[in-house]
């Protein structure tokens, strides 16, 4: 695909996503919903809700399906915008978190739905933490076998 015309789609793209957030502002408002007296405990929600679905979407097995079919067909100009959203946690956070708060407040048992992708946002968390520490301790025990190897003898704690 012309480098410049995916850029126009991906520019394009950014006024689609202001007129979808002004049409669910418009609807929230219809409902009596004032977004600005969101609760922290809501605001909480929603950001985890967000975070473990832009992470679906991105990174998880569950999507890859969708995100190899779209990735093989980037060169529709629409299909290569899409490609650049989902493969982009950044990008994908912003339409994601949209989506998100329309779940919530918009869609009959939406919430029920958020507070389980809050859930999951949780568990995702405690599942990343977990796997740095495991990253952080193989590496430590790493280095301290070459030191054990290089020098013959192991370090006591004093010396750490």
Not at 44 to 67: D, G, N
């Amino acid at each position: 695909m012309n480098e410049r015309k995916h850029q126009a789609w991906n520019f394009w793209s950014a006024f689609v996503f202001l007129g979808l957030a002004v049409l669910v502002g418009f609807l929230l408002e219809k409902q009596g919903i004032e977004i600005q007296e969101m609760t922290f405990r809501e605001a909480v929600v929603i950001l985890l809700a967000s975070f473990r679905v832009t992470r679906i979407l991105v990174f998880e097995k569950i999507f890859k399906y969708a995100r190899d079919l779209v990735r093989a067909k980037q060169d529709y100009y629409l299909v290569g915008t899409i490609s650049s959203i989902i493969t982009c946690p950044w990008c994908m956070g912003v339409w994601s978190t949209l989506m998100v708060i329309a779940l919530y407040y918009l869609v009959p048992f939406g919430d029920l739905l958020t507070y389980v992708f809050a859930l999951a946002g949780i568990v995702s968390l405690i599942i990343l933490l977990s796997n740095l520490l495991h990253m952080w301790t193989e590496n430590r025990q790493r280095v301290h076998q070459r030191e054990k190897i290089t020098t013959g003898f192991q370090r006591s704690n004093e010396d750490r």
